[in-house]
């Protein structure tokens, strides 16, 4: 088979490689639906390690199941199936105490086009299939599922790991394709007020359409001094981060009130390996606030969950795709829109022949 991917660091291009073998607990899939990612530039021009040279790309897919290893029980050839960008093994001890994304060693989840190869080739290989497929419904279109692997499970994630409760005001840095789902996840789990920070028009429209309250731009000022105005100076319950690196955490270490503030970290800082908090926005850690971060979860039942969400309208992350491109040889031309991200982009797709 042939796929997309990392020759050596910063050179990408197509690969050969044979094709799968299906172990019992395995499935392969024809991908029918891709989408390239921040994280596959990431993984092309800034990481580093031998796992990642000669290494397919890829962890946003859809597809159609072409085999099953004896042990599947769940599903079947000709299945149209979601493919979660987090595939744990499942079978790992450390799933029963800790969270399935770090079971095993810290991001020992993230396997497409990390420790295995990834999803933009002809076929895709799927572990612990049963725990990691889920079927697309009817009526849910390819476009929405191939969002709901990633950027969907992503997005939401900030508003869990920021505890936004009914009637929160919360605040979004970033609204690309993670952010704008951190936006419609937030007004699902019920905030009031929801401050999202941002310039893109296109980005800006869709924000307000998933449940923005308001828009913030630093074009118009220092970020924290808005938001605090905007906040009558109480500051936010909740922030979630899903932009702007290092400046965004701290802008929202500041912004969080004092007495329970929660940060959510979504973004992966990659452009400083030090990361600096102005003791003033900690309150010398004496604040009651609180940063979390963490991988976005995977597995069946939590793409299922997203797949309903979509299937019974509330929420279309189908909108965010600005850019349509057909069959698999033109995952290079995506690729690259996601690297030298135009100003009109927000996700790409390409659909399979």
Avoid at 189 to 194: E, I, M, P
Avoid at 252 to 260: E, F, Y
Wanted: charged content about 25%.
């Amino acid at each position: 088979m042939k796929g997309f991917g990392v020759l050596e660091k910063g050179k990408v291009g197509w690969l050969e490689k044979a094709d799968y073998v299906c172990g019992p607990d395995d499935a392969i899939v024809r991908p029918l639906a891709l989408s390239p990612c921040s994280s596959d530039v990431h993984s092309a021009y800034e990481m580093e390690g031998p796992h990642l040279i000669n290494r397919i790309l890829g962890h946003e897919s859809v597809g159609e199941v072409i085999e099953v290893g004896s042990n599947v029980k769940d599903f079947k050839v000709g299945d149209r199936v979601a493919i979660p960008c987090t595939t744990p093994t499942w079978k790992h001890p450390d799933i029963q105490d800790g969270t399935h994304q770090d079971a095993g060693g810290m991001f020992s989840a993230i396997n497409f086009s990390s420790y295995e190869d990834g999803t933009f080739a002809e076929q895709i290989k799927v572990r612990s299939a049963d725990m990691n497929l889920a079927l697309i419904p009817e009526g849910v279109s390819l476009e929405s599922a191939v969002m709901a692997t990633d950027m969907m499970t992503t997005g939401f994630y900030g508003s869990e790991l920021a505890d936004v409760k009914f009637g929160d005001t919360v605040v979004v840095f970033g609204i690309g394709p993670v952010g704008l789902m951190a936006v419609a996840g937030a007004k699902l789990r019920g905030a009031g007020k929801l401050i999202a920070v941002g310039t893109r028009p296109n980005c800006v429209a869709l924000a307000k359409e998933y449940g923005a309250t308001d828009i913030v731009s630093y074009k118009d000022g220092d970020l924290v001094e808005q938001i605090m105005k905007l906040t009558d100076g109480k500051g936010a319950d909740a922030a979630i981060v899903a932009g702007g690196g290092a400046e965004a955490l701290n802008n929202a270490i500041a912004v969080v009130k004092a007495g329970g503030g929660n940060v959510a970290m979504l973004e992966v800082i990659t452009e400083t390996e030090m990361l600096n908090i102005p003791n003033a926005y900690i309150g010398g850690f004496l604040s009651h606030k609180t940063i979390r971060g963490g991988l976005c979860p995977g597995g069946r039942k939590r793409i299922e969950r997203l797949l309903s969400l979509i299937k019974n309208g509330r929420v279309d992350p189908s909108k965010m795709i600005t850019h349509k491109f057909n069959g698999l040889d033109s995952i290079e031309e995506a690729f690259y829109l996601m690297k030298d991200k135009p100003r009109d982009l927000i996700k790409p797709i390409v659909i399979m022949d």
